[in-house]
């Protein structure tokens, strides 16, 4: 069982060049997240998806795009990469049901961005 | 707002020793609690959870108890392997408008020494 596959994991841009991660689940899981980690510091959330077709504004959102065509896969697009989007990349899922479900979030390997 | 805050670190131990990696949070209605352990190069997995007031969750050794009255979330270990060497993240989930969420503490480094 794959889980959750990120794509690539390294990555070295320049700045202003753009990017897409790439991210996929076999759960069939409804919940789709992008978080990024700065050394030291916890996961900030960027971007979620609460099934296809829907996506919503995490907590550092700016200079970042999603889509969510199907349930699977979750791309998070980079536009005009900055050195302050030099972070590790983490996309998790979870199943969540009306009231039943607990949120639990299964991740993928990461992967590591550097802007020069 | 919901948030965590759990101790800095990094804590160093010796083999065998105990843990306790303290954890609190402020959250609005009745969350779950969860610990994640990230090893090196690897991204984050579930240790343990608890979804209700006075819920236990344990796995591996690792132990964590939900109190309500205290807003704590604890995690604790008998007896510490150079195997557990590892960021721990303590997290809270709960429902927001459009879905649920999961907010992080900053994480404690754990070094275990032989």
């Known amino acids: 069982n794959a889980g959750v596959t990120q794509t690539p994991k390294f990555r070295i841009l320049k700045i202003g060049q753009s990017m897409t991660l790439q991210c996929a689940q076999d759960?069939?899981?409804?919940?789709m997240y992008w978080y990024r980690q700065d050394p030291g510091m916890g996961l900030k959330l960027i971007y979620y998806?609460?099934?296809?077709?829907?996506?919503d504004k995490g907590e550092v959102p700016n200079g970042y795009n999603v889509s969510r065509s199907t349930t699977e896969y979750f791309p998070l697009r980079l536009e005009l990469a900055a050195p302050s989007q030099t972070s590790v990349y983490f996309c998790?899922?979870?199943?969540?049901?009306?009231?039943?479900?607990?949120?639990?979030?299964?991740f993928g390997e990461g992967s590591r961005l550097t802007v020069l | 707002g919901n948030s965590v805050t759990q101790m800095e670190g990094p804590v160093t131990l010796s083999e065998e020793a105990f843990l306790t990696i303290n954890c609190t949070y402020t959250?609005?209605?009745?969350?779950?609690l969860f610990w994640y352990v990230q090893y090196p190069g690897e991204g984050l997995q579930l240790l343990l959870k608890?979804?209700?007031?006075?819920d236990k969750g344990s796995n591996k050794g690792f132990e964590a108890t939900y109190r309500k009255e205290t807003t704590s979330f604890h995690l604790e270990k008998g007896s510490v392997q150079v195997s557990d060497s590892a960021v721990y993240f303590c997290?809270?989930?709960?429902?927001?408008?459009?879905?649920?969420?999961?907010?992080f503490g900053a994480g404690t480094r754990l070094f275990v020494k032989a």
């Open positions: 608890a979804t209700k007031a006075d």
């Open positions: 759960m069939n899981h409804n919940y």
């Open positions: 998790a899922s979870s199943w969540t049901s009306g009231g039943a479900g607990t949120g639990e979030l299964f």
């Open positions: 959250a609005t209605g009745y969350p779950s």
């Open positions: 997290a809270l989930s709960g429902r927001n408008t459009g879905g649920f969420k999961t907010i």
């Open positions: 998806s609460v099934g296809a077709g829907i996506t």
